[in-house]
């Protein structure tokens, strides 16, 4: 059995665009929460969806750019799926942790939200690898097989 090699330069970028994708949340849970007075869980949500989807674009785009077909099609069906998937570990992990740790541990909930964006990011590159973008799409004029 062969085991799929992982590309540094493919985690290094997933970890770039998961910090700027950190800058959008929290920027957004600040907004929502501090300044409009959303409530929390509300915010917190609305903050991880926007993050979700702006880390989405990138990646389609520039993380697993070769294995894309670059069409609204393919974009959309993959953001579906990286949804659910993104989407369920980021409420698993980020979520969870920033209502527990706001009301029992009492901390800010800026500080919360960033514990728990901690939690999820080798799970999410787990399933970005081997799920989400795992079929490589052939470019025109060349065979599938590798």
């Known amino acids: ?3 799929p090699s992982i590309h540094i ?5 997933f970890q770039l665009v998961a910090w700027v994708g950190t800058l959008v949340n929290m920027g957004a849970l600040w907004l929502l929460k501090g300044r409009f007075g959303f409530p929390l ?4 949500a609305c903050a991880i ?3 979700i989807i702006h880390n989405f674009t990138w ?14 099609g393919d974009y959309f069906i993959r953001l579906v799926k990286y949804n659910a998937v993104t989407a369920s570990i980021d409420f698993a992990c980020n979520l969870t942790l920033l209502m527990i740790l706001t009301k029992y541990a009492g901390l800010h909930y800026l500080v ?6 901690l939690a999820g ?12 973008f795992r079929n490589k799409v052939p470019v025109e004029g060349t065979s599938s097989d590798g």
């Open 49 to 51: 969806e926007l993050a």
């Open 9 to 13: 330069r493919r985690v290094l970028k």
């Open 41 to 44: 869980a509300v915010a917190g």
């Open 121 to 132: 990011p080798i799970f999410k590159f787990l399933a970005n690898e081997f799920v989400i």
């Open 1 to 3: 059995m062969r085991v």
């Open 112 to 117: 919360a939200n960033m514990l728990g964006m």
């Open 59 to 72: 990646h389609y785009f520039v993380t697993w750019r070769e294995r894309v077909a670059h069409t609204m």
